[in-house]
C-alpha cells in the first residue's frame, strides 16, 4: 500500500543553519506530493507540492524536488529563522484513489536564536 | 476568503461519553475531509465527502463514529461512545474537487479531544 516515512525528530538547529528533512515514499503509479506545515496551536498550512517526476515545489525559501528514482521528496532550506519552528509533514496523494492524503509522521524542527 | 472553520476546538469528556465535532468547508469546497492525529503521528483519513455523498469512509470505527453532511455543506463528526483511544486532534479539511492532482486541501485548526 501507499505509504510515506520521514526522518526522526526533533530536528534543533541553529539560526541560519541548512535544513533538511528526509521522505521517502512507497506508492503505485504516480503521486503527487506535498509538505505541509503545523506551527504551534494551528491547522496543517500547505507548504509546497510537486505533481510530476523533477518538479521541484518552493515556497518562503524551502524548496523540494520530486525525485522518483529514489522515492523521495527531501524539504530543504539554506537559512533556517526562529519562526521556522514547527511540525512538517510530507505527504502523498496517489492518482489511484479518491485524494486522500496520506502522511508521514511529522518532523518536528526547532530553530534557536 | 474565510478558511476552514471548526468547534469547538478542545473537549474534555469522560470514556463512554458522547461527543460531536462541527465543520464548515470554504465555501465552494464540494470534497470534505476529516482526518484523526494522533499525538506524534501523520493524520489520518476517517471519512471523505464530496458533497453531500460519502466517497471512503473505510477507515472510520463504525461502531463508534458517525458523520454527515446533509446539505452538502458544513458537516458534523460524532463519537459514541468514546474509549481512551479517542483522544486525538480531529481535523476538517476541504478542497474544490479530489480528483484532479494539483487538487489542495485546506485545513482548519482542529479539535483538540482529550478522553479521560
Known amino acids: 500500500g501507499n505509504s510515506v516515512t520521514q526522518m526522526e525528530g526533533p530536528v534543533t538547529l541553529s539560526e541560519e543553519a541548512f535544513l533538511t528533512i528526509n521522505c521517502t515514499y512507497t506508492a503505485t503509479g504516480y503521486p503527487s506530493l506535498f509538505w505541509y506545515v503545523q506551527y504551534p496551536g494551528e491547522g496543517l498550512q500547505l507548504l509546497l507540492k510537486?505533481?510530476?517526476?523533477?518538479d521541484k515545489g518552493s515556497n518562503k525559501g524551502f524548496e523540494a524536488t520530486y525525485r522518483k528514482e529514489t522515492t523521495s521528496f527531501h524539504l530543504e532550506k539554506g537559512s533556517v529563522q526562529v519562526s521556522d519552528s514547527a511540525v512538517y509533514f510530507c505527504?502523498?496523494?496517489?492518482?489511484?484513489?479518491?485524494?486522500?492524503?496520506?502522511f508521514g509522521q511529522g518532523t518536528t524542527l526547532q530553530v534557536k536564536p | 476568503e474565510a478558511g476552514v472553520a471548526q468547534s469547538p476546538r478542545y473537549k474534555i469528556i469522560e470514556k463512554r461519553q458522547s461527543v460531536a465535532f462541527w465543520c464548515n468547508p470554504i465555501?465552494?469546497?464540494?470534497?470534505l475531509y476529516w482526518y484523526q492525529q494522533i499525538l506524534g503521528q501523520g493524520p489520518k483519513l476517517l471519512i471523505q465527502?464530496?458533497?453531500?455523498?460519502?466517497?471512503?469512509d473505510s477507515q472510520l470505527p463504525k461502531d463508534r463514529f458517525s458523520a454527515e453532511r446533509l446539505k452538502g455543506v458544513d458537516s458534523t463528526l460524532k463519537i459514541q461512545p468514546a474509549k481512551l483511544e479517542d483522544s486525538a486532534v480531529y481535523l476538517c479539511?476541504?478542497?474544490?474537487?479530489?480528483?484532479?492532482?494539483?487538487?489542495?486541501?485546506?485545513f482548519g485548526p482542529g479539535t483538540r479531544l482529550t478522553v479521560l
Open positions: 510537486a505533481t510530476k517526476a523533477d
Open positions: 465555501s465552494g469546497h464540494a470534497t
Open positions: 465527502f464530496q458533497n453531500n455523498g460519502v466517497v471512503d
Open positions: 479539511a476541504s478542497s474544490l474537487a479530489s480528483g484532479s492532482s494539483t487538487d489542495t486541501q485546506y
Open positions: 505527504a502523498l496523494k496517489s492518482t489511484s484513489n479518491t485524494g486522500k492524503l496520506i
